[in-house]
């Protein structure tokens, strides 16, 4: 009789199943290089992420690619 389960799926369970899924956006945010930019996420929701320039948040995304978005767009304009 073997050991193997018959479902690795069910034997092998992750238990951060919301950051590895695609639809819930970067769990880990985003950094410029120079670090004077950065969207991290906001405690309490999946998607939405903060945006801190020099050490004051300055705007609230509601994604990943609308934060990385306006932080370029803002780089630009300074």
């Given at each position: 009789?073997?050991r193997?389960?018959?479902?690795?799926?069910?034997?092998?369970?992750?238990?951060?199943?919301?950051?590895?899924?695609?639809k819930?956006?970067?769990?880990?945010?985003?950094?410029?290089?120079?670090?004077?930019w950065?969207?991290?996420?906001?405690?309490?929701?999946?998607?939405?992420?903060?945006i801190?320039?020099?050490?004051?948040?300055?705007?609230?995304?509601?994604?990943?690619d609308?934060?990385?978005?306006?932080i370029?767009?803002?780089?630009?304009?300074?």
């Amino acid at each position: 009789m073997s050991r193997t389960p018959s479902d690795y799926r069910k034997f092998y369970t992750c238990p951060n199943k919301g950051v590895l899924d695609p639809k819930k956006g970067s769990p880990e945010g985003y950094v410029t290089k120079d670090g004077s930019w950065a969207a991290v996420p906001l405690m309490g929701s999946e998607t939405k992420l903060v945006i801190i320039h020099n050490g004051e948040q300055v705007h609230v995304a509601r994604n990943y690619d609308a934060a990385k978005t306006y932080i370029l767009k803002e780089k630009k304009k300074k």
